[in-house]
């Protein structure tokens, strides 16, 4: 049986936390590969600007060149709204069946799992590769009261976390900076040539 990890999340852009989340999730739960998911419309940002999902799905391309572990999924991208983890799962079952998943998430999202569409479904269909990240506390007991089983279910990563996200990243472009270091440099380098981010 492989293990599979998937990486799910609107990339708009995408960035070294991205990837440091996906590698060392890889590296200490043993991985055979790590599948990067965009989504569509993600429910979360409905009402929201996003980024065509072709300029995205280019820069998660970009971004994940040099690394033969992970790839690109359009299973969620291409299917039809609404956009949840748990209405993906069983797609991906059907594609890999022979796979055994870890959804990897920072400390935030899994803080804020209860919001998420039937959780405790969620956490039947997949293991959760949790990697913390600052100023997220999980307050256990109450986690575990929304949704029961939720700490057997998660393995903890290690390590150093990075406090960067794509919403920060938009708004410093946006500002007229250039986004060098906090992204793979050939994903600023098409965020500049396309004019992401600006006004």
Not at 7 to 26: K, M, Y
Not at 71 to 87: E, G, I
Not at 160 to 174: E, G, M, V
Request: proline letters at 8%; one cysteine or more; glycine letters at 8%.
């Amino acid at each position: 049986m492989s293990r599979i990890g998937l990486l799910g999340g609107t990339f708009d852009p995408p960035h070294w936390g991205h990837l440091w989340l996906a590698e060392s999730a890889r590296v200490q739960l043993g991985l055979d590969r790590v599948l990067f998911l965009p989504a569509g419309e993600p429910v979360h940002k409905l009402g929201k600007v996003i980024t065509a999902v072709s300029h995205r799905l280019q820069m998660i391309s970009l971004a994940i060149q040099d690394n033969p572990n992970f790839v690109l999924d359009t299973t969620d991208s291409t299917r039809p709204a609404p956009h949840t983890t748990v209405t993906l799962l069983p797609l991906l079952q059907e594609k890999y069946p022979d796979a055994a998943f870890w959804l990897l998430i920072g400390g935030d999202s899994l803080r804020d799992l209860p919001t998420w569409v039937e959780p405790a479904r969620l956490i039947t269909q997949c293991r959760l590769g949790v990697l913390p990240r600052p100023g997220a506390t999980i307050a256990w007991e109450t986690l575990e009261t929304a949704v029961p089983g939720i700490k057997t279910a998660v393995d903890l990563l290690d390590g150093p976390t990075l406090s960067i996200s794509a919403t920060t990243i938009r708004a410093w472009i946006k500002d007229g900076h250039e986004a060098t270091y906090l992204l793979p440099t050939a994903v600023s380098r098409y965020i500049q040539q396309n004019k992401l981010y600006t006004d």
